[in-house]
T-cell receptor, first 115, second 113 residues
């Protein structure tokens, strides 16, 4: 069965420091992987996706994510955090071999950037 | 830019009422989804639709039904609202490709008293 794990409920980082939000997945085929961000009282916004090819994917607002097939991970990164990056982050996976249209989401990680 | 519009930001309903949540997208997307979001549980799929009049159950369809009579509109129906359906409801749409991201509305926070 497909699944996504975000092992940290919350990540705290000082402004200007690099940040990492972790995501691991389990699928039977080759996954499509996505990161979304949610600001308070809003829906989710798409940040970036991995399809195939280069393991380092660049996305919106200076975020990037590193795909690691052997570790089945897709960690979200940013070289220098901003206070405005504080939000809830979700990792999601889609597996075309699963026979379903579903996107499977992790439980989310709250990022808090401290001034 | 894709716009997904949910008709209400906040709703308060009484137990036993029939509740309609409406969602409209303006990008001619084939796929539309309803999720509910609860703290600590992430997003859970209620129903999705891959074409007009086509629907499939998600992970938690009990107590819900859906309607998709037009491509741009996907409605979620709570036949008889219960307090355990108090939640944030998120509608999303995507195009048909497997690598297509979801585009979300701003959500409807439903409280059932």
């Amino acid at each position: 069965a497909q699944s996504v794990a975000q092992p940290e409920d919350q990540v705290n980082v000082a402004e200007g420091n690099p940040l990492t939000v972790k995501c691991t997945y389990s699928v039977s085929g080759n996954p499509y992987l996505f990161w979304y961000v949610q600001y308070p009282n809003r829906g989710l916004q798409f940040l970036l996706k991995y399809i195939t090819g280069d393991n380092l994917v660049k996305g919106s607002y200076g975020f990037e994510a590193e795909f690691n097939k052997s570790q089945t991970s897709f960690h979200l990164k940013k070289p220098s955090a901003l206070v405005s990056d504080s939000a809830l982050y979700f990792c999601a996976v889609r597996d075309p071999t699963s026979g379903t249209y579903k996107y499977i989401f992790g439980t989310g990680t709250r990022l808090k950037v401290l001034a | 830019d894709v716009k997904v519009t949910q008709s209400s930001r906040y709703l308060v309903k009484r137990t036993g009422e029939k509740v309609f949540l409406e969602c409209v997208q303006d990008m001619d997307h084939e796929n539309m989804f309803w999720y509910r979001q609860d703290p600590g549980l992430g997003l859970r799929l209620i129903y999705f639709s891959y074409d007009v009049k086509m629907k499939e159950k998600g992970d938690i369809p009990e107590g819900y039904s859906v309607s998709r009579e037009k491509k741009e509109r996907f409605s979620l129906i709570l036949e008889s609202a219960s307090t355990n359906q108090t939640s944030m409801y998120l509608c999303a749409s995507s195009s048909r490709g497997w690598n297509s991201p979801l585009h979300f509305g701003n959500g409807t926070r439903l409280t059932v008293t």
